[in-house]
C-alpha cells in the first residue's frame, strides 16, 4: 500500500515563498506521474505542475515562472517551490502519485494562505 507523506504550506505573506515536499513509500509500486493539485473551497481542484517518468512536465498556467516543480521518482519524491506568492494562491495544495493506468494515492492536503 501507498504511504505518503506531505510537508510545507502555512502562512505566508504577498511576494513570499513556500516550498512542499511529498515523499511517497510502498513496495513494489513504480510511479509513473507524480504532481500537485491545489483546490479553493467551492471550486474545481486544478493542476499546479506534474512531471512523467520520462521528463515531461505540464504546469498551471498561473504557475508559470513562479513555480519550480523538483522530482525523484527512484526516491518516490517531489517537491514544489514556489516563490512570488500571491493571496489568490491561497488554497489547499495536494499531491499525488500516479502508477500503472488507474492506480493513484493522493496526499492528504496542505493548506497555504498568502495574506498580509
Known amino acids: 500500500q501507498v504511504q505518503i507523506v506531505e510537508s510545507g504550506g502555512g502562512l505566508v505573506q504577498p511576494g513570499g515563498s513556500l516550498n512542499l515536499s511529498c515523499v511517497a513509500s510502498g513496495d513494489g509500486y513504480w510511479f509513473n506521474v507524480m504532481g500537485w493539485y491545489r483546490q479553493v473551497s467551492g471550486k474545481q481542484r486544478e493542476l499546479v505542475a506534474k512531471?512523467?517518468?520520462?521528463?515531461?512536465?505540464d504546469y498551471g498556467d498561473f504557475a508559470e515562472g513562479r513555480f519550480t516543480l523538483s522530482s525523484d521518482f527512484a526516491a518516490k519524491t517531489i517537491t514544489l517551490q514556489m516563490n512570488n506568492l500571491k493571496p489568490e494562491d491561497t488554497a489547499v495544495y495536494s499531491c499525488?502519485?500516479?502508477?500503472?493506468?488507474?492506480?493513484?494515492?493522493w496526499g492528504r492536503g496542505t493548506q497555504v494562505t498568502v495574506s498580509s
Open positions: 499525488v502519485f500516479q502508477w500503472g493506468m488507474r492506480g493513484a494515492k
Open positions: 512531471i512523467t517518468s520520462a521528463g515531461a512536465r
